[in-house]
């Protein structure tokens, strides 16, 4: 089930919602929301709710044990027990068949081990159980003693699946207990349909544009480019799209997730853009593997280190492949060099400059991320660098492009921090004195508008991935 289906709007989330708001008992909402989120996942992976409650029960006793340890050893043993079991499973499904399978070629054996089906949000979830225990083991967080209350962490179904990727710690008041208030309630519903609006009213029309386009050695010059671009916009709305509707459904609920996207195509460096791009998955790694890696405080050379096994990481943590290996370490490089070497140089660039710079650079790396294969990446960085090699132009993408340009327009539009933007002209007026009566109102409307127009383009929509989905 996703969040932009007729099934979940119509039905599932109208339910739920009137549930959770009729009883005021913390205790039965709990449980409300346990029932519904398991019934989310096995929605479409019956069987792999099995995995999900297995990795959340042998990090539920790990933490037991550290909190009931009676030495340091014995703390920090149950503690890599515990993530070393839940990393464990996640490699199965993930990793197993990419590495047995490049090993038997770097041998020249012809075996080939069939990849195992990946349960939905596997990498999402292993990573926030794996939270709740270091956070446990560092004295960060409580020790949960009802584990059903730590499967509804696990288990909530606003980010469940793609994220964002939420500490235990940032909500744990929230589970023990929790107010739903007007104002809450609709900001969380304003935000839901702003999501949605993303997903259904850009994401999903740039990947139907994007399907029509030629691929491989038929790429053209400009169809290279704007392929590229479409990708990354289609990338980007369709995730913040759904993290967005996350938060919302939070906030609806009660609880309050973290931002995850904040206007990274604004940013004037690589470091900037990582920084507002995908900021959960940012933070586990900076929190979890680079700061106990020793962070920035270590030599260049130890930096460097740090730098490639934290990005090498984040590449092949979307992806058992070696084009998600690449992607990572390119834009670790460019951090890498933004800070060792172009750091004087970037002072003085005017801004504009570096901003289509950064630009420019991810637009290039998330062709590593779309291909997968080297030689599809080639393809297209050849079509995209290397105009002499190819047609200039082809008459698929003249038409898209013609026949979309104002969906790129709202892309860009969309891509620029409106929102806060209009949050911080509100406080200024509010600081002068000045009340606008009219905001609820214009806020409702427009959320209902994007809403009840979503809703129509689902209705003869085919195309509705989550890319994220397969994370």
Sequence with gaps: MVFSSLTFLCIFLPVVIGLHTLVKNTFARNVILLIASLLFYAWGEPVWIVAMILTTLVNY???????????QRASKAALIIGVVISLSSLFFFKYSAFLVNNIC???????????????????FYTFQIITYTVDVYRGEARLQKNPFWLLLYVSLFPQLIAGPIVRYRDVAEAIGDRKVTRAGFGEGFFRFCLGLGKKVLLANLC???????????????????????????QLFFDFSGYSEMA?????????????????????????????RWHISLGTFFREYVYIPLGGNRVKTGRWIFNMIVVWA????????????LLWGLYFGCFIILERLVFKRAMDKTPAAIRHILVILIAIVGFVLFRNDSFAAIGAHLRAMFAPWTVPVSDPYAV????????????????????RKWAVKKFKERKKRGKKNVLRPYIKAALALSILGVSLMFLVGQSFNPFLYFRF
């Design 399 to 418: 038409y898209a492009l013609k026949s979309n340009l104002p969906l790129l327009l709202a892309c860009v539009v969309c891509s620029l921090p409106l």
């Design 247 to 275: 938060i919302g459904l939070g906030r609806m609920l009660g609880f309050r997730f973290a931002e995850n996207f904040d206007a990274p195509f604004i940013s004037k460096s690589v470091s900037e853009f990582w920084r």
């Design 105 to 123: 070629t770097l041998f020249g054996s012809s075996f080939r081990m069939a990849a195992p089906k990946l349960p939905i949000g596997i990498s």
């Design 61 to 71: 006793i790990s933490a037991r044990a550290i909190a009931n340890a009676r030495s």
């Design 207 to 233: 990947g139907e544009v994007l399907a029509t386009l030629p691929t491989g050695a038929d790429m053209s010059f400009f169809s290279g480019w704007l392929a590229a671009i479409l990708f990354l916009l």
């Design 313 to 324: 990481l984040t590449g092949i943590w979307h992806g058992a492949d070696w084009n998600f």
